[in-house]
Protein backbone atom coordinates (compact mmCIF):
# COMPACT_ATOMS: atom_id res chain seq x y z
CA UNK A 1 0.00 0.00 0.00
CA UNK A 2 1.22 3.65 -0.99
CA UNK A 3 0.15 7.01 -0.08
CA UNK A 4 0.82 10.26 -1.19
CA UNK A 5 -0.70 13.45 -0.04
CA UNK A 6 -2.01 16.74 -0.48
CA UNK A 7 0.85 19.42 -0.07
CA UNK A 8 -1.30 20.96 2.70
CA UNK A 9 -1.47 18.13 4.79
CA UNK A 10 2.45 17.89 4.85
CA UNK A 11 2.69 21.68 5.51
CA UNK A 12 0.33 21.03 8.77
CA UNK A 13 2.53 18.89 10.10
CA UNK A 14 5.05 21.90 10.19
CA UNK A 15 2.92 24.54 10.54
CA UNK A 16 0.46 24.86 13.51
CA UNK A 17 -2.95 24.34 11.90
CA UNK A 18 -5.89 23.49 12.82
CA UNK A 19 -5.74 19.91 11.36
CA UNK A 20 -1.94 19.39 12.84
CA UNK A 21 -2.56 17.05 15.11
CA UNK A 22 -4.80 14.69 13.17
CA UNK A 23 -1.81 15.36 9.99
CA UNK A 24 0.29 13.93 12.44
CA UNK A 25 -1.80 10.62 13.22
CA UNK A 26 -2.54 10.11 9.37
CA UNK A 27 0.88 10.01 8.23
CA UNK A 28 1.97 8.10 11.21
CA UNK A 29 -0.49 5.45 10.26
CA UNK A 30 1.59 5.01 7.07
CA UNK A 31 4.03 3.08 5.83
CA UNK A 32 6.91 5.18 4.87
CA UNK A 33 7.59 6.76 2.86
CA UNK A 34 4.50 8.76 1.66
CA UNK A 35 5.00 9.40 -1.58
CA UNK A 36 5.91 13.45 -2.72
CA UNK A 37 6.93 15.11 -6.02
CA UNK A 38 8.85 18.24 -7.08
CA UNK A 39 5.78 19.89 -7.09
CA UNK A 40 4.89 19.75 -3.14
CA UNK A 41 8.11 20.44 -2.78
CA UNK A 42 7.43 24.19 -4.14
CA UNK A 43 3.72 24.46 -2.57
CA UNK A 44 5.42 23.53 0.73
CA UNK A 45 8.18 26.26 0.10
CA UNK A 46 5.73 28.58 -0.92
CA UNK A 47 3.21 27.82 2.25
CA UNK A 48 6.44 28.20 4.72
CA UNK A 49 6.85 31.75 3.12
CA UNK A 50 3.48 32.64 2.73
CA UNK A 51 3.50 32.21 6.35
CA UNK A 52 6.40 34.61 6.74
CA UNK A 53 4.57 37.05 4.36
CA UNK A 54 1.03 37.09 6.71
CA UNK A 55 3.26 37.55 10.02
CA UNK A 56 2.28 33.72 11.46
CA UNK A 57 6.07 32.77 11.42
CA UNK A 58 9.99 34.70 10.98
CA UNK A 59 12.19 34.05 8.22
CA UNK A 60 14.29 31.69 10.10
CA UNK A 61 11.14 29.92 11.29
CA UNK A 62 10.85 29.05 7.68
CA UNK A 63 14.01 28.20 7.12
CA UNK A 64 13.88 25.98 9.71
CA UNK A 65 10.83 24.09 8.74
CA UNK A 66 12.30 23.56 4.78
CA UNK A 67 15.19 22.11 7.09
CA UNK A 68 13.17 19.90 9.49
CA UNK A 69 10.81 18.74 5.88
CA UNK A 70 14.01 18.16 3.69
CA UNK A 71 15.42 15.92 7.09
CA UNK A 72 12.25 14.01 7.38
CA UNK A 73 12.75 12.87 3.21
CA UNK A 74 16.66 12.17 3.98
CA UNK A 75 15.46 9.72 6.51
CA UNK A 76 12.54 8.30 4.51
CA UNK A 77 9.75 9.42 5.99
CA UNK A 78 8.79 10.97 2.59
CA UNK A 79 10.21 10.17 -0.72
CA UNK A 80 10.31 12.67 -3.86
CA UNK A 81 9.56 10.53 -6.23
CA UNK A 82 9.87 11.24 -10.29
CA UNK A 83 6.61 11.64 -12.18
CA UNK A 84 6.21 12.68 -15.77
CA UNK A 85 4.65 16.05 -15.27
CA UNK A 86 3.47 15.73 -18.85
CA UNK A 87 0.89 12.51 -18.09
CA UNK A 88 -0.06 14.30 -14.64
CA UNK A 89 -1.10 17.31 -16.97
CA UNK A 90 -3.07 15.33 -19.22
CA UNK A 91 -4.63 12.88 -16.62
CA UNK A 92 -5.69 16.68 -14.45
CA UNK A 93 -7.74 17.67 -17.54
CA UNK A 94 -9.58 14.44 -17.90
CA UNK A 95 -10.32 14.51 -14.82
CA UNK A 96 -11.38 18.22 -14.94
CA UNK A 97 -13.76 17.30 -17.69
CA UNK A 98 -15.52 14.61 -15.44
CA UNK A 99 -15.21 16.23 -11.82
CA UNK A 100 -14.87 19.59 -11.51
CA UNK A 101 -18.65 20.62 -12.35
CA UNK A 102 -19.99 18.40 -10.25
CA UNK A 103 -17.24 18.82 -7.40
CA UNK A 104 -15.96 22.03 -7.97
CA UNK A 105 -12.44 20.68 -7.47
CA UNK A 106 -9.36 22.94 -8.08
CA UNK A 107 -6.46 22.65 -10.45
CA UNK A 108 -4.35 21.46 -7.53
CA UNK A 109 -6.84 19.39 -6.44
CA UNK A 110 -6.62 17.83 -9.90
CA UNK A 111 -3.01 17.79 -9.82
CA UNK A 112 -2.82 15.75 -6.88
CA UNK A 113 -5.14 13.50 -7.95
CA UNK A 114 -3.42 12.51 -11.36
CA UNK A 115 -0.03 12.56 -9.68
CA UNK A 116 -1.13 10.18 -7.26
CA UNK A 117 -2.42 8.07 -10.41
CA UNK A 118 0.55 8.11 -12.34
CA UNK A 119 2.85 7.30 -9.03
CA UNK A 120 0.32 4.11 -8.95
CA UNK A 121 -0.37 5.44 -5.35
CA UNK A 122 -3.50 3.59 -3.92
CA UNK A 123 -4.03 6.17 -0.78
CA UNK A 124 -4.14 10.15 -0.91
CA UNK A 125 -4.11 11.63 2.58
CA UNK A 126 -5.96 15.08 2.14
CA UNK A 127 -7.92 17.57 4.39
CA UNK A 128 -9.96 19.11 1.19
CA UNK A 129 -13.85 17.77 0.64
CA UNK A 130 -13.92 18.23 -2.81
CA UNK A 131 -10.52 16.49 -3.53
CA UNK A 132 -11.43 13.52 -0.80
CA UNK A 133 -15.03 13.90 -3.69
CA UNK A 134 -13.21 13.02 -6.95
CA UNK A 135 -10.31 11.16 -5.55
CA UNK A 136 -12.70 8.39 -4.25
CA UNK A 137 -14.70 8.46 -7.91
CA UNK A 138 -11.05 7.57 -9.42
CA UNK A 139 -10.47 4.79 -7.03
CA UNK A 140 -8.17 5.88 -4.76
CA UNK A 141 -8.48 5.28 -0.93
CA UNK A 142 -9.05 8.94 0.87
CA UNK A 143 -7.72 9.80 4.39
CA UNK A 144 -8.65 10.80 6.89
Known amino acids: MSATADSSLIVALYLAEVDSARADAVCAAQLPPILLTDWHRVEIANAF ?33 AVDHQAVLGRSLI ?48 LP
Open 49 to 81: ERAVLSGRIAAPQAAQLWQDFSEDVNAGRFRIA
Open 95 to 142: LAQKHTATKGTRSLDLIHIATALELGADTLLSFDDRQKKAASAEGLVV
